[in-house]
């Protein structure tokens, strides 16, 4: 399993409130993703790091905050949570260099009432 | 962005038997990675098979196999004597690897259901 671990791994929470969730690897790799997963639209990637303090977007970042303070670590903060928030949210990491998979942790469901 | 598409949204076999699941993609590189990850009623996603499109011999492993088909930029999957724990979303993705960000772009998935 890569030694992915998300958490909390179900939340209920309500309009406007912040919302952090945490992916953490046990193996030192440098790439990490953060993907949500809604019917009809497969994953889509959110944000991803490439290192310690070194974030970017991806396709559908608005919304959504990302910090990497240490390699372990990946924090997802939805600043404002909205409905349109409510969704399953996957971290990932990449075995690179030298191999492009990426592997998943178990996921985190999210709700926003 | 890529696009993948996956046409089938649901596909249902019994037990046993072969079933295939399409993907098509659209890109302008040459070099690229595509996947198929199973993702059972668990939620965990799972990775099954990859193709680097340098290779033309298609991947296989185990009882599941793809027929990679550059040109057409189609990548279906064959699973072979479906199993009952075959029951799963499937999902085809996209990798370029020229990209600094080496993300995947998914399909839609299908829902493959296998019945005893």
């Known amino acids: 399993d890569a030694g992915i671990t998300q958490s909390p791994r179900h939340k209920v929470t309500e309009t406007g409130t912040p919302v952090t969730l945490r992916c953490h690897q046990t193996e030192n790799h440098r790439y990490m993703y953060w993907y949500r997963q809604d019917p009809g639209h497969g994953l889509r990637l959110i944000h991803y790091s490439y290192g310690?303090?070194?974030?970017?977007?991806?396709?559908?970042?608005?919304?959504?905050?990302?910090?990497r303070?240490?390699?372990?670590?990946?924090?997802?903060?939805?600043?404002?949570a909205t409905s349109s928030q409510t969704s399953v949210y996957f971290c990932a990491i990449s075995l690179l260099p030298g191999n492009y998979e990426q592997y998943f942790g178990p996921g985190t469901r999210l709700t926003v009432t | 962005a890529q696009t993948v598409t996956q046409s089938q949204p649901e596909?249902?076999?019994?037990?046993?038997?072969?079933?295939?699941?399409?993907?098509?993609y659209d890109t302008s590189e040459n070099n690229y990675y595509l996947f198929w990850y199973k993702q059972p009623p668990s939620r965990q996603m799972?990775?099954?098979?990859?193709?680097?499109a340098?290779?033309?011999?298609?991947?296989?492993e185990n009882r599941f196999s793809v027929n990679?088909?550059?040109?057409?930029?189609?990548?279906?999957?064959?699973i072979s004597d479906s199993q009952l724990g075959d029951t799963a979303m499937?999902?085809?993705?996209?990798?370029?690897?020229?990209?600094?960000?080496?993300?995947?772009?998914?399909?839609a998935g299908t829902t493959v259901t296998v019945r005893a």
Do not use: H, P, W
């Open chain 2, 11 to 24: 596909m249902s076999v019994q037990e046993a038997e072969t079933v295939t699941l399409s993907c098509t």
């Open chain 1, 52 to 67: 310690v303090k070194d974030t970017d977007k991806g396709e559908v970042s608005d919304g959504y905050s990302v910090s």
């Open chain 2, 54 to 60: 340098y290779k033309q011999q298609n991947a296989t």
């Open chain 1, 69 to 80: 303070s240490k390699t372990e670590d990946f924090l997802l903060t939805l600043e404002s």
């Open chain 2, 68 to 78: 990679f088909q550059k040109a057409a930029k189609s990548f279906s999957l064959k």
């Open chain 2, 46 to 52: 799972i990775l099954v098979i990859r193709q680097e």
């Open chain 2, 90 to 107: 499937y999902f085809c993705a996209f990798m370029n690897y020229r990209s600094n960000d080496y993300k995947l772009s998914f399909g």
